[in-house]
């Protein structure tokens, strides 16, 4: 099963290409000489980047605790730099620190 590094890995890795992509995406879908269909079809590139961070945190319970921590800790290495906006910290530290807390703190209480 993937523990500390792998978590630490893919939370680098999804932060550092999800700011690419969306910047990209911006950048074009801001360009005055892009055409309305082009546009449209940027949109839905968009929306379908925002499905894919919402099954990403659908499948967070499924984590285990060392793979939860290591993307715990890359995210909160990531908050040193400006690629990190207010809907990162929900969805990178409060949603995996409530699975986290939820898998180490509250069934070990009540085992």
Do not use: C
Not at 68 to 97: M, R, S, V
């Amino acid at each position: 099963m993937p523990g500390l590094e792998h978590g630490l890995y893919r939370a680098s890795y999804s932060i550092a290409t999800g700011f690419i992509i969306t910047t990209f995406l911006n950048s074009l879908l801001s360009d005055p000489t892009a055409t309305w269909y082009v546009k449209f079809v940027l949109s839905f590139i968009k929306i379908a980047v925002i499905l894919m961070g919402l099954e990403v945190i659908m499948s967070m319970k499924y984590w285990g605790r060392w793979y939860l921590l290591g993307w715990l800790i890359g995210y909160l290495i990531f908050l040193q730099t400006p690629l990190i906006g207010i809907e990162d910290y929900i969805t990178g530290i409060f949603i995996p620190a409530y699975y986290f807390i939820r898998k180490n703190l509250i069934k070990r209480r009540y085992k």
